[in-house]
């Protein structure tokens, strides 16, 4: 597995997919410089004028419904049956699922267009597979381990690579399944860090067909790349930063290297 | 005073509040990492469709007018109407008063659901006290000494608590005023300071009944914070990340060695 | 030139240009950094409701339409009309020209309002220039000197100054011709980036009337800053931050050492 995740990660320094984010106001220059960093290009757009045009111009989507309201809805699902029209990857981030009845319809709609993959903490994945979780906003107050059944019914309902991320990230497709104990814990108190493992999840699929690979070699990178800036950092906030620096900065061999991954 | 600031310090970082932000987009990115660093949970959500909903499982709302619109004008004036009639503490932070008259009417008509505390820089202040005041745009061209009269005129009519923020701190409620010296100047040179500390009262506003202790300890808490992470950085850009360090990192000792209040 | 260039940067210092942005979401707290730590004030509104009450109140107005909407491009119309009936500066920044229909078909509209100054990577002013290039989404594909001869069409043709910035940034009015070869390949690995410097070139615009001199000022204090950051960094988080710092710490002195300028 580590030597797929190495390759993928290659392909993707060389072909620098375009990624459209219709994602949420509070990480969209998180996410924007994250993808820079990793050798992704980032575009946000979100017109109903235009948003239709856009997909066809990139190599993945992704939808983080964070700050959703009535407009923005009505682009995203424009954006994901224009994704679905042309075969394109797209990811959903389904942001404090379970907190409002609002973002449970959302869902609803937008599951119905069956996402490529699904990525959010525990309490959003048991949130997606049973709409009784009623979910503490955005945070989560699962331990990543107790959504790994709900995934599991969730991919095979959709179809779908489902990616449950906490201390330690699960991956399942079908009946296969992939974790790792990458990353740090301080990595919670930055926000946007889940949107930006999804925006980063869009990338690896805008390279790689195996959605199942893509979505572990990216989960794999942000884990280690976290790990590498949580060692220089004081706090959240030069956090935040060294994370953009050790994407930049990341080589094949200290990824290889600082993977625990079992699969 | 100093000993119950360090309770209310305490008892945030155990309760851990939730707190709602109807604000603007260039600071929502600051103000949800201050409030992680801080140990609270942040909230964005706007949505006429959820905006009551998200009210009713957060302990406390901050509305900043900064970026506003006709919709976001809604979406606050829903949020608020829920807040009151559940009880819930609500901040408003009236960004750039005086600026326009579409800025002073939509304040005027949040005046009349008496926010529990105003925070402002002393232009806006002395602008909600008098109407006649033209400021300049969102920074404050007055000493915040200028605006005490003003701020307790307003505690007094709304029946609410009034801080203004600056060089110095000035907090209001009936008769009473405290003051704060911590700080630095060059906060000032880092976007969404203001806003930032808006958020921060609504943290603790969450978990401290007594709004008046409850701000006090909120801008002792960012003051020091500041401080601390001035002495470490060499201009606005390093000060915004080493601030959410110091925010991180803050313990009762050296929150209580720092202090400069007076009440 | 280089004379006038310091002149032009002591005299934003002393006067502190108000500068309003209607820009797009994934930048708003980058660009009002970034003219802050340099000295001017940023303002940031978009309502219809106050736009133009806005505008009357600044120096100079920046027009960025990286994540427009019908909402927003209204707003952007009424503001662009008011500046040009106030004989205010206005900057537009074309943002993904040449990646949808809905982004050609706003341009023209704003166009036809005639901007003060136009500042773009090459793939943009080459879109501006002729319609039928397809640009790779908010990247530019094309070194900046081959959109030299556009931006001379462009210039005189709209009666503007044109920008181009990229490893080298070019200036162009009527027939003369500016260029600098300072900043660092590493800045654009940070998002808005080129909309910073827009806002910047805006800040210029709001203290200098020769515009030619505005915009090479502008682009010059940036590359300086750009290059002091880039050495004190070791990737594109670190440089974000430095680069405030060095906008917020540079003085005439080495803004004059440093400047790789030829016109």
């Keep these: 597995m580590k030597e797929s995740i190495n390759q993928s990660f290659k392909t993707l320094r060389e072909k620098s997919p375009l990624v459209q984010s219709i994602t949420n106001y509070v990480v969209m220059n998180n996410t924007a410089n994250a993808l820079l960093s990793l050798g992704a290009s980032p575009i946000m757009a979100h017109a109903k004028s235009e948003v239709m045009d856009m997909v066809s111009i990139v190599n993945a989507l992704v939808i983080n419904i964070g700050t959703l309201d009535e407009y923005w809805v009505e682009s995203m699902l424009m954006a994901v049956e224009k994704a679905n029209q042309l075969g394109k990857p797209w990811v959903l981030d389904p942001v404090g699922a379970g907190a409002t009845r609002y973002r449970n319809e959302t869902i609803s709609e937008l599951l119905k267009h069956k996402p490529s993959i699904i990525r959010g903490n525990a309490s959003e994945i048991l949130s997606l597979a049973d709409v009784n979780i009623q979910s503490r906003g955005v945070d989560s107050s699962h331990g990543s381990e107790e959504a790994i059944q709900a995934a599991f ?84 906030g030069t956090l935040q930063l060294h994370l953009y620096d050790a994407l930049y900065n990341l080589d094949g061999e200290e990824l290889m290297e600082r993977i625990k991954v079992e699969s």
Tied chains: 1, 2, 3.
Aim: proline letters at 1%.
């Design 153 to 236: 019914s969730l991919s095979k309902e959709i179809g779908c690579v489902v990616c449950i991320s906490g201390e330690k990230d699960y991956i399942v497709e079908g009946d296969k399944l992939s974790s790792l104990a990458n990353g740090n814990a301080m990595m919670a108190k930055v926000t946007g860090m889940g949107c930006t493992a999804s925006a980063i999840v869009g990338a690896f699929a805008g390279v790689e067909n195996d959605l199942f690979l893509a979505t572990t070699s990216a989960m794999a990178v942000l884990g280690v790349a976290g790990e590498i800036a949580a060692e220089k950092s004081k706090g959240p």
